[in-house]
């Protein structure tokens, strides 16, 4: 391997991938992003290692090493977003860089790995795994690729050395993420069936036990993260029939791993999205040559190829959804196999011109169109960032700080919760707090000096209500109040006890359930006067049906924020009431409280001039 084409190599390979990927600098903070960024700003040093590196506590991944990074990351770029994409563009060239290496070192073809390298790192099918900062797939394949290099040495050396480094980059890439467990499979067949040197039993056991320790003592350490579970609670992630579903799409995609794919990808469940006619043939066509070379040449290292290709994709088939970004490690294979048929075909041709130049022309049209297709993808991220990021804006303008221990409040936001929590940690640091719902554990209003809540228009604006906290309420039952149907009422917040024509009652009910509901009750709100006219009213199951009371799981708080407009012409005066309550919509039963009627009534509301 000649250091000089390695060297100029790389450097190209690197000139190509911020050539595809410079748009992505400026897409900003995006979704997922700010679930790494929240714990690392609003926590401590102690607090925040406790975090990533207990799995005990974690519950989103338990991956350390990228807690680790974004640690690193906001010690030095603080809340500017260009850095953090800069460094992903980065770990994605230096992925890249050791395939090429790997490729060439394997196939003892410099044009091999190159070609496969150049395919490889503009493919635009994982191109979130690059754009998307919280991705860590580029970093976790680093120590993936360079375990295998380290691997080839030990088995061409025997160097214990060698052996120490395998492990220790193994551990690595399983503590960023969980898809790094298959690398002693393709370790072993590099090993068994492309080295293939003679070894003894003992020797055999003896070079495996290491790897095999650290699996399991992974998996002990991963079973125990409350992350585990979430696979399979709240993603389905399972055995069953959709494997088969799912492994057909994704070798859809990687067969032809060209084109224009959405700006993201997050659980993708309905058809075959990124597939027509054509992908089905040309994946069956893809199949037959594939087969027949392996029958043709007797290869092992195609077998190789072909058995990595699938044990990569294992860990991620039993989620019943598709996400592109999973395809980052999977589509080296895809990069390999394209090199392998290209340099046969300039070796069946190498006396024809118009072959090779053909070849280059049409490598530089495939870049120049998945530059096109990544700035598309970024363009519609950028697009959906900024949407995102419109009650951020119109809030930050109108108020350039605010005092320590405020409280922002949103109800039903048109940005998920993450993301604003993101943004104004990010703005105006840990004096600020924002809550909302769906939020769990639930925020109380009570608890903070300074609340203001928003609710938004049928536009998409945010309306801000300064809260008023200090008036005591009269209230029929004391908290908790027990409903039938293990139907618990913990406690009713109103921001305003005191509204004025034409403004809203924002009312903030906490439920839970103390067993299994078996059927939908419908809650309802009702602003009477003294006489029992009604001025305003609520009626609808849970967070505007979308949470039926069915569906409530045991011990689990929620909140059901209530907006009870009112009138321009409602009468004046200091002494409306609230009732709360439930009832079967198809008997119009209501559920009983225990010792307590039937009703929750909150009084001493008024309708102010």
């Given amino acids: ?116 390298a150049l395919l490889y790192a503009t493919f635009p099918v994982y191109a979130l795994a690059v754009n998307w900062i919280n991705i860590t797939d580029p970093l976790m394949s680093i120590f993936y690729l360079s375990g295998i290099w380290f691997w080839l040495n030990y088995l061409e050396k025997n160097s214990r050395r060698d052996y120490v480094i395998v492990l220790v980059l193994f551990a690595c890439a399983l503590l960023n993420k969980q898809m790094a467990i298959t690398l002693p499979v393709v370790l072993f067949l590099l090993d068994r069936w492309l080295i293939a040197k003679p070894i003894t039993w003992v020797a055999f056991i003896r070079r495996y036990t290491g790897l095999g320790i650290i699996a399991v003592i992974f998996l002990a350490v991963q079973y125990t993260t409350q992350s585990t579970h979430t696979f399979a609670e709240v993603f389905g992630y399972s055995l069953g029939v959709q494997i088969l579903y799912i492994l057909i799409q994704y070798l859809l995609l990687l067969v032809f791993p060209w084109g224009y794919y959405p700006p993201t990808d997050t659980q993708i469940t309905e ?81 024809a011109t118009w072959v090779r130049v053909g070849t280059a022309i049409l490598l530089g049209l495939l870049v120049i169109g998945s530059s096109y297709s990544v700035a598309n993808a970024n363009a519609g991220i950028a697009e959906i960032a900024r949407q995102r990021r419109v009650p951020f804006r119109d809030i930050t303008r109108q108020h350039p700080s605010f005092p320590q221990g405020t409280l922002l409040y949103f109800i039903d936001p048109i940005t998920p919760l993450p993301e604003l929590t993101g943004m104004f940690l990010m703005q105006y640091g840990r004096g600020v707090s924002v809550g909302g719902n769906p939020s769990v554990p639930s925020v109380r209003l009570h608890d903070y000096s300074n609340v203001l809540v928003y609710y938004f228009d049928s536009t998409g604006k945010p309306i801000e209500v300064n809260a008023d906290l200090g008036k005591a309420l009269q209230i029929s039952s004391p908290f908790p109040i027990v409903f039938q149907s293990s139907i618990v009422l913990d406690s009713v917040e109103i921001v305003r006890p005191s509204v004025k024509r034409g403004e809203t009652f924002i009312v903030l009910p906490l439920w839970h359930a103390s067993d299994k509901i078996d059927k939908d009750y419908t809650v309802f709100a009702h602003l009477v006067d003294q006489t029992g006219n009604l001025i305003a009213g609520y009626d609808s199951q849970p967070r505007k049906e979308t949470m039926p009371t069915s569906q409530w799981r045991k011990y689990v708080p929620l909140v059901d924020p209530i907006l009870l407009p009112i009138p321009e012409d409602a009468p004046l005066g200091n002494d409306y009431r609230l009732e709360i309550g439930l009832y079967d919509a198809s008997t119009m039963q209501r559920l009983a409280i225990a010792d307590a009627g039937d009703v929750v009534v909150i009084q001493s509301l008024s309708i102010a001039p």
């Fill in 1 to 116: 391997m000649s250091r000089r084409w390695f060297v100029v190599s790389a450097f190209a390979l690197a000139l190509i991938i911020v050539f595809v990927y410079n748009p992505s600098l400026w897409i900003g903070f995006f979704a997922q992003d700010y679930d790494f960024l929240n714990p690392v700003a609003s926590l401590d040093l102690a607090p925040y290692l406790r975090y990533i590196l207990d799995p005990r506590v974690q519950v989103l991944w338990y991956r350390p090493l990228q807690g680790i990074q974004f640690l690193l990351e906001f010690w030095s770029f603080g809340s500017n977003p260009v850095p953090y994409h800069l460094v992903n563009i980065t770990f994605h060239i230096i992925t890249v860089v050791i395939f090429f290496s790997l490729v060439w070192r394997v196939t003892q073809k410099w044009r091999v790995g190159f070609l496969a």
């Fill in 271 to 351: 058809g075959f999205p990124f597939a027509d006619m054509f992908n089905f043939v040309w994946l069956a066509i893809a199949i037959i040559i594939f087969i027949y070379a392996l029958w043709r040449w007797r290869s092992r290292g195609l077998l190789i190829l072909g058995i990595s290709l699938f044990v990569t994709l294992i860990p991620v088939l039993p989620f019943p959804f598709i996400e592109l970004r999973y395809l980052y490690l999977p589509s080296m294979i895809t990069g390999i196999l394209l090199a392998l048929w290209i340099d046969r075909a300039l070796s069946v041709f190498k006396n």
